[in-house]
């Protein structure tokens, strides 16, 4: 070993026997330097949160610096890994877009096409009522879903021009 190298060592073993109080040595561009745990948690990449947080809740971000979370009430079960939301009004949202999970159909002479090249024969697509139109004379189903294409709506009667909104749930398996 060169003899700056050595040195080092040495400078580095002396600190860290003679450091007191929770000091932690550190070499830093040259210099040697004592830092408590607390001056290396709050760098310039750490993460600051609240001093407890409820088992299970998912962290969120609290402000746009990135580095402070907030508690969640929201949770994930640790067993079934089902989402629980922490109020009666909480869900999921969704946006709709251009092959998006959810969105809106109207039937001509009760049926209709959506193109969505985001769906999968094993998809599940649920349908519900937005605006009535004509005369509903049966619920409306999915009679066809073609992978990577879209899916048509059929029933409701010949005279149905209702609007359905329409919901994607892709399979995990």
Known sequence: MSGSIQGDIGRLQAASSASTSGRIPIYQGGELLTVTPDQIASGASAVDG?????????????GTTG???????????DTTGSVVFGAAAGGITLKQGANGRCGTTVLTAGASTVSNTSVAITDTIILSLNTVGGTIAAQPY??????????????????????????IIKNAA
Not at 67 to 76: P, Y
Not at 144 to 160: H, R
């Open 67 to 77: 580095k402070l979370i907030q508690d969640s009430l929201t949770t994930i079960d």
């Open 50 to 62: 609240p001093a407890s947080a409820t088992d299970n809740a998912i962290a969120r971000y609290d």
């Open 142 to 167: 999915v009679a066809t879903i073609t992978a990577s294409t879209g899916f048509t709506v059929a029933g409701g009667g010949g005279s149905n021009t209702s609007t359905y909104n329409y919901v």
